[in-house]
């Protein structure tokens, strides 16, 4: 581009000159007629024409499906991103998002050097998609799925954000990219497959007792609900409530007693009257999950 811009702007500025410096009155208004329509229509239609074609043919090439890399649903929900590793299965559009793969939240793991097909999808409202670092701003729309493929090459540590308004916590809506070697991304997701460390307990018990099992998901136990993010794994995370806080036991006490007062907007209700003691087992026992 800058050398095709370079060349016209050399030829543009050479016409110029030559016809008023080099040789003044030389031209009649018929030359001046060829030139509107030579080189200001056709030599300009050609060449974006051309360039158009080129770029075109290069689009199928970015979309291709993911050769090695593997398949990754996410869904970007008010306010999380789900994230299912392995999913196989055409969507269809409107429909949600493929299933089967092995779930978690608001932490992307990618190979380095792998072209990674991923489908974004959403239940809600209008989310999009966006690791600056990475890639452009998808959407995330109900009742279609739109289909990425990105290729990092090199690895390191990613943040992502919702881009697109979505609600009160819309700006509270982020996540991590992990970029890392094959060994380790493959290391991880059997983790993430692994059922939960810990299946059993006084946090275990509180948690089923109150109600969290509604919601969440912990693999390994009963707790198998479909609302909020899976937590088999939560403890593997850097962070609480999308980008949050860090990933402290003190700090999963203080989202589930004061869930509305750090993240304003949350779907998840504060649960500000569990006594400090079941709080503080359903705290110890997220926190020996990773
Ligand atoms: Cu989700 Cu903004």
Redesign the pocket.
């Known amino acids: 581009m800058l050398a095709g811009a370079t060349a016209i702007w050399i030829l543009v500025v050479g016409l110029s000159v030559f016809v008023t410096v080099v040789k003044p009155g030389r031209f009649s208004e018929r030359a001046g007629v060829h030139l509107i329509v030579w080189g200001g229509c056709v030599f300009p239609t050609v060449v974006l024409g051309a360039l158009l074609w080129y770029g075109l043919a290069l689009m199928p090439g970015f979309r291709a499906p993911a050769d090695e890399g593997p398949r990754i649903a996410i869904s ?1 929900e ?2 999380w991103w789900r994230v299912n590793y392995g999913v196989d299965g055409t969507p269809g559009v409107a429909k949600s998002l493929p299933r089967g793969g092995t779930e978690s939240a608001n932490e992307l793991w990618l190979p380095v050097g792998k072209r990674t097909e991923i489908l974004l999808g959403s239940p809600d ?1 209008i ?2 998609f966006w690791v600056p670092s990475i890639a452009g701003k998808t959407d995330t729309i109900p009742g279609r799925v739109n289909r990425i493929v990105l290729e990092p090459t090199r690895e390191g540590v990613f943040n992502g954000v ?6 009160e916590a ?2 509270q ?1 982020g996540f991590r990219v992990i970029v890392a070697s094959q060994a380790d991304f493959d290391a991880r997701i059997a983790a993430e497959a692994a059922p939960a460390a810990v299946t059993s307990g006084p946090g275990y018990d509180a948690f089923m007792a109150n109600g969290c099992a509604g919601c969440h998901t912990v693999r390994g136990t009963e707790a198998a609900g479909r609302v909020g993010p899976d937590l088999t794994h939560v403890a593997a995370r850097a962070t609480i409530g999308a980008g949050l806080l860090p990933m402290t036991t003190e700090n999963l006490a203080l989202f589930i007693h004061s869930t509305g007062h750090v993240k304003p907007g949350v779907e998840m209700p504060a649960f500000s009257a569990l006594p400090k003691t079941e709080l503080d087992a359903i705290a110890a026992w997220l926190g020996d999950l990773p």
């Not at 919702?162 to 609600?167: D, P, Y």
């Open positions: 970007g008010r306010f409202v989310h999009s919702c881009a697109e308004f979505c609600g819309h700006a809506m």
